[in-house]
């Protein structure tokens, strides 16, 4: 159920973000890579497997079943990605509006369609 | 414990941090001290590049244990023949840049050398590091430099062209989390020796996942190395960056090419069971059309920065098609190709700026419009012996050795790199129809290159319509013979050099020994 539960979740917020992304106003473009990356963060982080109640760390004493613990490498890694896309979008938001003060546009390709 | 020799491969991605965050602290004023710095930086980093690629060449790969953690538990750092040649290309490269920024571009912008670490330790790590996840950090470090690299003395079209070049690579990295993830979930390890040697004993049930995973990884790659069709951002936004900027980024699409050929050869490798040579055929095709299109591109290019983002993207076509064709021996040969073009492209990226500097802005789109109608206004006038100032000859002179490097014509490495791809093609029987496509299309892409830089070579040197005066500083002229110079200098030593990037390429091919180097 939780699997289906995360499963959905990843994809609804995949799709959105893909969406986004290819829409051709900027700050549409920046939610999309925003949901784009939960969604991947979402992803790295069930790679480990769904567990609940489980610890990822060891407790002193003889070795637990380490059936009975939670993967700790996702929960690390996710970490690092979190932080690397969190500077990477504050640093897309700068060179945003710095576009957006050059060509008067906050289309992507800094004019409108000639339509 | 580490000998000494292998506390080198961690020298290349500590030093320029460390001068970076020096660097950082030193006000923007005092400019003289900043340049001390990160040349000293930039000369200590050589010789250490020079003393990992001698130390590799002895044989086994060598293996940095960061923090002595065992292997596949702890981050390990590897320098075989290839890493540490694209280690020394690298800092030849940043060190090309860096002279030519120092004539006047480093003061366009704030903290222009604090950067151009950070993107060497970026390409130097990725180059060396041995772990995935590992790579991905280093991909970040050097994409967050060359962000703002590419934004160096700011304006409305380098500004437009960073935010695609930003977005597209955002979205790539993106992808890379999810192949790592992927690979992770399945094998449960990030160490790609460890996962070398894991693959081939995956459950058939899983293998489809491993595969998506490896797929997605490379698509990743692919877009950083301007493969066809993820290429289209790479002109605009290399012909925007600012001169020494886009020589040095030259190198980021060899980051590409080498995180492609490191990970699936060592993933699909020969002794990959089920999923050996997974994605090869892919490669060469995907290899032959951009190869294809940077020809077109070539041919077609009205101004000189994108004949030669062009012609770097025709040069990733040929490595990538060549090492599909999954030979040692003709990836031994691209190998060195790949150094020899990567010298010529970033060398004609610094030229392009001292000859347009010399020209009214428009002066190509202005003569090709007036090849194509015919101009009305200009007519035949007197010049006997017409006088070339020095200057000019020696960015003559250096043109032609580009456009020689880079179409592969004699007596320079673009051609010793040709003939002995071509040589190692047609070697065994029967000769795949694939090694005929390349065989062709490399001739073409010659022509194409040929064709399109004497014709710009002709209008701008010979024919110019208006009076040049390029005034341009020996600093300037210094980092373009410097880059040439090691490309006539491979063409002598082509002997040696190619039997150091064969021996490379052999471990490429059958990493086993890798494996077992790195685990032990």
């Known amino acids: 159920m939780y699997e289906l539960v995360l499963a959905l979740a990843i994809g609804v917020l995949a799709a959105c973000g893909t969406w986004l992304l290819l829409r051709p106003r900027s700050f549409q473009v920046v939610m999309g890579l925003s949901l784009l990356s939960y969604a991947v963060n979402l992803f790295i982080f069930c790679m480990g497997g769904l567990r609940s109640h489980a610890a990822p760390i060891v407790p002193a004493g003889p070795p637990p079943d380490p059936s009975l613990l939670a993967d700790p490498l996702p929960q690390a890694l996710v970490l690092t990605a979190i932080v690397i896309s969190f500077a990477m979008t504050a640093l897309l938001l700068v060179v945003l509006l710095a576009a957006r003060g050059l060509a008067g546009t906050d289309h992507v390709d800094g004019r409108e369609d000639e339509r | ?520």
């Open chain 2, 1 to 520: 414990m580490n000998a000494w020799p292998q506390h080198l491969v961690v020298v290349p991605v500590v030093l320029p941090l460390v001068a970076a965050a020096v660097l950082l602290a030193i006000d923007e004023q005092r400019r003289a001290l900043k340049r001390t710095i990160a040349f000293a930086c930039l000369v200590a980093l050589l010789v250490a590049a020079l003393a990992l690629v001698q130390a590799a060449g002895e044989g086994a790969p060598l293996v940095y244990r960061v923090g002595g953690w065992p292997a596949p538990f702890g981050i390990v750092l590897v320098a075989d023949r290839l890493s540490a040649v694209m280690v020394l290309l690298a800092t030849v490269l940043g060190l090309a840049a860096f002279l030519f920024a120092c004539a006047r571009w480093d003061r366009a912008g704030p903290r222009f050398h604090s950067l151009l670490q950070i993107l060497l330790m970026g390409v130097n790590g990725a180059f060396l590091t041995g772990d995935l996840f590992n790579l991905f950090v280093f991909f970040e470090v050097l994409l967050a430099a060359s962000y703002g690299l590419a934004l160096h003395g700011s304006g409305a079209a380098r500004v437009q062209a960073s935010l695609h070049y930003i977005v597209v690579n955002l979205t790539a990295s993106l992808l890379f989390l999810i192949g790592a993830a992927l690979i992770y979930g399945v094998t449960g390890t990030l160490n790609l020796a460890d996962l070398g040697a894991h693959i081939p004993a995956v459950a058939a049930a899983d293998r489809g996942l491993v595969e998506a995973g490896a797929a997605i990884l490379a698509v990743a790659f692919l877009v950083k190395a301007g493969t066809w069709p993820l290429c289209f951002w790479l002109p605009r936004s290399y012909g925007a960056a600012c001169a020494p900027v886009a020589a040095l980024f030259a190198i980021l699409t060899k980051v590409g090419i080498y995180a492609v050929l490191r990970v699936l050869l060592l993933f699909f490798g020969p002794a990959g069971g089920e999923s050996a040579g997974f994605a090869r055929d892919c490669l060469t095709i995907g290899g032959l059309l951009t190869l294809a299109f940077g020809a077109i591109g070539v041919f077609g290019a009205q101004e000189l920065s994108r004949l030669a983002a062009f012609s770097l993207i025709a040069s990733c076509g040929t490595v990538l098609a060549a090492v599909g064709a999954g030979q040692a021996a003709v990836s031994g040969a691209a190998l060195y190709y790949l150094v020899a073009s990567t010298l010529g492209v970033s060398a004609l990226f610094l030229l392009i700026e001292l000859i347009e500097r010399g020209r009214a802005p428009g002066a190509d789109m202005l003569a090709i419009t007036a090849e194509a109608f015919g101009s009305p206004e200009r007519e035949e006038r007197e010049e006997i012996g017409v006088v070339i100032p020095a200057t000019w000859a020696v960015l003559g002179l250096s043109f032609v050795a580009c456009a020689l490097l880079l179409a592969g014509l004699p007596p320079l490495p673009g051609f010793v790199a040709k003939l002995a791809m071509l040589d190692a093609l047609l070697r065994p029987q029967p000769i795949a129809s694939s090694s005929w496509m390349l065989l062709a299309l490399l001739m073409f892409s010659g022509l194409a290159t040929v064709v399109a830089a004497g014709r710009t070579g002709v209008r701008i040197f010979w024919a110019p319509e208006q009076p040049m005066s390029a005034r341009v500083s020996v600093l300037e002229i210094l980092p373009i013979l410097m880059l040439l110079g090691v490309g006539v200098a491979l063409a002598f030593e082509a002997g040696a050099a190619m039997r150091y990037l064969d021996a490379a390429a052999q471990v490429l091919h059958a990493p086993g020994g890798y494996i077992d180097e790195v685990l032990r």
